[in-house]
T-cell receptor, first 108, second 115 residues
């Protein structure tokens, strides 16, 4: 699975958009970009995934660059409950390899 | 979305005893499930892949005789930590892939504390 690079931590004001970047420059053609998050002391939660087109669901939007070497997860209106560690994972097989993720702190 | 449960949510045991953790897919069948371990302030580490009706496959460095995995049905996988020691204290999490996608659905985790 391709390696990903994410900032260690980010802050965001409540109600504002949170934009979480991820670099995956070694991604191969059949690998999807997945985003999960883990709220403290809970199991990870699936957020969104994509291959090359931008995706949107009720939780977030995923923007993937044309060369697929990076992506951005957008939480359009962050709330305090969005405080969590966000993992960007690139994979083609089912088991996931978790990096360090980005610790997002939403501030009131 | 698909729901995965784990039982118990937390357990405290004495050193040398064995502990069984259950992982269930509640509204879908899973021929494959995954077990992860997470130490404080660290990320999740894959321990093993549980395969229904066959032997589990373990990641490098994970002792298969210590972490026994049984996947006896399409909705249940169990992880037994045998002869637990304090260094086995951790957060154990299972996951299962969705029926038609590779999206993983995670259980809520089991916190094991070995005294």
């Amino acid at each position: 699975d391709a390696k990903t690079t994410q900032p260690t931590s980010m802050d965001c004001a409540e109600g504002r958009a949170a934009n979480l970047p991820c670099n995956h420059s070694t991604i191969s053609g059949n690998e999807y970009v997945y985003w999960y998050r883990q709220i403290h002391s809970q199991g990870p939660q699936y957020i969104i995934h994509g291959l090359k087109n931008n995706e949107t669901n009720e939780m977030a939007s995923l923007i993937i660059t044309e060369d697929r070497k990076s992506s951005t997860l957008i939480l359009p209106h962050a709330t305090l409950r969005d405080t969590a560690v966000y993992y960007c994972i690139v994979h083609a097989r089912r088991a996931l390899t978790f990096g360090s993720g980005t610790r997002l702190q939403v501030q009131p | 979305g698909a729901v995965v449960s784990q039982h118990p949510s937390w357990v405290i045991c004495k050193s040398g005893t064995s502990v069984k953790i259950e992982c269930r897919s509640l509204d879908f069948q899973a021929t494959t499930m995954f077990w992860y371990r997470q130490f404080p302030k660290q990320s999740l580490m894959l321990m093993a892949t549980s395969n229904e009706g066959s032997k589990a496959t373990y990641e490098q460095g994970v002792e298969k005789d210590k972490f026994l995995i049984n996947h006896a049905s399409l909705t249940l996988s169990t992880l037994t930590v045998t002869s637990a020691h304090p260094e086995d204290s951790s957060f154990y999490i299972c996951s299962a892939p969705g029926v038609s996608t590779d999206t993983q659905y995670f259980g809520p985790g089991t916190r094991l504390t070995v005294l």
